[in-house]
């Protein structure tokens, strides 16, 4: 018996009726299924069962990112539903989600694999997976603060700044997006290294093979020397990054494997919903 694990956004009520829906009506066509809200699975470390073969989301990308961090280390396919009110990530639409199934059950889908990142703050710190940024920004109350920037352990810059972030092709088109960096296909293999407003002219985005190893070391120069930095993995989770400290940020080993039923998918939602190429005067 093929089981799924069905995780729903319990703010939106057309995710709710959803889940229970699809839930009643795998059950019927002989699935086993399991259904938890987002707030309850951000709190798992895995799958709540190892037979799981399907993860659903019903809700916006922050749903199907909790989605992602238990199916990529399981190594199970994840699909997306859109309900949320940009979803750039979720394949398909409510309407879909039936028919999408039945396609998955027959094996007429591909699989996209997405790369994702880990970062951990120094040599003993906890491990954090991201599909879309890792990022690390100042405290509210901290001054602007000098980022060290090491490739591979070549010394790449300093700048001073608000922030950086080290982003996936696929988050490209999320926090990566608002802070100047380039729009790379998700399933480019590349990691995308961006400043957030830096107080220079010279910092730019980069664009690196997704191989390398990103040391960011977070300085200040004030006198008090109250700096402090929040590091996020998808705009969660966040920890607290003192002056001195380092994160180190990698290529992670496993890989989202998004469900995709057809090609072009992501030239649409770049005309869709970044409206990308539209003139404002027609």
Not at 187 to 195: D, N, V
Not at 199 to 222: D, F, N, Y
Request: glycine share 8%; with cysteine; charged share 20%.
């Amino acid at each position: 018996m093929a089981q799924v694990l069905i995780l729903y956004n319990a703010k939106r009520p057309e995710a709710v009726r959803l889940a229970k829906e699809t839930a009643q009506w795998l059950q019927g066509e002989s699935f086993h299924v399991e259904v938890a809200d987002q707030l309850t699975a951000t709190s798992w470390q895995a799958l709540p069962h190892p037979e799981i073969q399907l993860v659903i989301t019903l809700g916006g990308d922050g749903t199907l990112l909790t989605g992602a961090l238990l199916s990529a280390p399981a190594d199970v396919p994840l699909l997306g539903v859109h309900l949320g009110r940009f979803g750039f990530i979720a394949q398909v639409e409510p309407h879909e989600l039936r028919d999408a199934i039945e396609r998955w059950r027959a094996g007429e889908f591909v699989v996209q694999e997405r790369l994702m990142v880990q970062a951990r703050i120094g040599d003993t710190g906890q491990t954090v997976y991201a599909l879309n940024e890792i990022a690390l920004v100042r405290h509210s109350l901290a001054p602007m603060l000098n980022f060290t920037i090491r490739l591979n352990d070549l010394l790449l810059t300093t700048y001073p700044a608000d922030g950086s972030l080290v982003s996936t092709p696929t988050g490209s088109t999320a926090y990566a997006l608002s802070v100047g960096a380039p729009v790379v296909h998700p399933q480019t293999e590349a990691l995308i290294l961006a400043p957030i407003s830096p107080h220079t002219l010279g910092a730019r985005p980069l664009v690196l093979p997704p191989s390398t190893r990103i040391a960011i070391t977070v300085e200040c120069e004030a006198t008090d020397g109250q700096g402090e930095a929040l590091m996020s993995a998808d705009g969660r989770r966040h920890q607290p990054v003192a002056l001195g400290q380092t994160v180190f940020i990698t290529e992670a080993p496993f890989r989202t494997k998004l469900l995709s039923f057809h090609e072009g998918e992501f030239f649409e939602k770049l005309r869709d919903r970044l409206l990308w190429g539209a003139r404002v005067n027609e």
